[in-house]
């Protein structure tokens, strides 16, 4: 599925990456006031009231994840399993792609 192209005005150069939290979106930013619009997942962590500038950390294909202390300590017999970690695959609940952003100091 191609992500739909929108309007979307903002002062961020083309080529930029907007990832807009609480309605769960991601915009990347092309010219003439447009965007390709994606639909994300997004943590239960700080991610959800992230504000600011960031740099995309790591790219991965088919990621591997791991749950966090608290989302272990929060739901033991849920996350406890995958402490060591799930590889990549269709039941990672990162899906087939992540970014990780890393906060501009």
Known sequence: MVAPEVPYVTSEPVGTIVVDTPARFLYLVLEGGRALRYGIGVGKSEATVFRGTATIGRKAQWP??????????????????????????????????????????
């Open 64 to 105: 591997r994840w791991t749950p966090t202390q608290s989302m272990i300590k929060r739901e033991p017999d849920r996350y406890g399993p995958y402490a060591g970690g799930m590889e990549g695959g269709p039941t990672n609940p990162l899906g087939p792609r992540a970014l990780s952003l890393q906060e501009w100091q």
